[in-house]
């Protein structure tokens, strides 16, 4: 197993990350943080493989706490977890040491295929312990990048996804396909095919809410969790 510390400090979005990562097979979560000293602390005295590091603490800088952890122990690896979008920032954590790049807000298939990826490159390293050659560099590497939107049907994509499910967690009454639609900026046919894909994946519910005429119109909210 693949031992997480998962270091977030919204307490709700802590709990959510932890429940995706133990719904992954070959991932146990051995504790959970809030700040950077509690992780500092926390890796003093257990096993850690991996951290779901948030990047903004209040008491330091994920990237601050990343090199810390590292230079103690250099086998951890960092999977960073935040909302900036500059990349500037992504070279940074690139340097810090952190192997992937999650954005909030992100959906239990997108983390998935995230930690998925690093256990196939995790598995490869420590089974293969030297390349034979640039290929077999090359490859170890390419499992770690993959391709965006990995996983998700034909014509769909990871962002628009994302955003999506960004405007249900806005929303937590539910939306409809037109709502989802007037929130994304997509037709109503496409807010359809991506809530009806969360739906079949078990990211969102669906419920009937019944008017005065006609069919009932179908609303979707995130799954609880």
């Not at 197993?1 to 990562?21: F, G, K, N, S, T």
């Not at 590091?53 to 800088?61: I, Q, R, S």
């Not at 969102?204 to 979707?220: A, D, H, I, M, S």
């Amino acid at each position: 197993m693949i031992r997480v510390l998962v270091v977030e400090d919204d307490p709700v979005a802590a709990d959510a990350h932890r429940l995706y990562v133990e719904r992954v097979a070959g991932f146990s979560v051995s504790g959970v943080a809030h700040t950077g000293a509690e992780a500092k602390r926390f890796v003093e005295q257990h096993p850690i493989d991996l951290l779901l590091l948030d990047l903004y603490l209040p008491d330091a800088h994920g990237l601050q706490i990343s090199r810390a952890l590292r230079a103690a122990n250099p086998n951890i690896d960092v999977i960073a977890v935040t909302s900036a979008r500059d990349l500037a920032m992504v070279r940074a954590a690139v340097s810090a040491g952190v192997v992937q790049y999650l954005l909030k807000p992100f959906t239990f298939a997108t983390l998935r295929d995230k930690l998925e990826r690093y256990a196939e490159f995790r598995n490869a390293v420590m089974a293969a312990g030297e390349a034979a050659g640039q290929a077999d560099v090359d490859r170890a590497l390419a499992t770690l990048r993959g391709t965006d939107g990995i996983g998700l049907p034909k014509g769909m994509s990871a962002d628009t996804l994302d955003s999506v499910v960004a405007a249900l967690r806005e929303t937590p009454e539910g939306l409809s396909a037109v709502g989802a639609a007037s929130a994304v900026g997509i037709s109503r046919v496409t807010a359809r095919r991506y809530l009806e894909h969360l739906a079949d994946t078990g990211t969102v519910v669906r419920r009937p809410q019944y008017g005065q005429v006609g069919r009932p119109e179908l609303f979707y909210r995130l799954a609880a969790g």
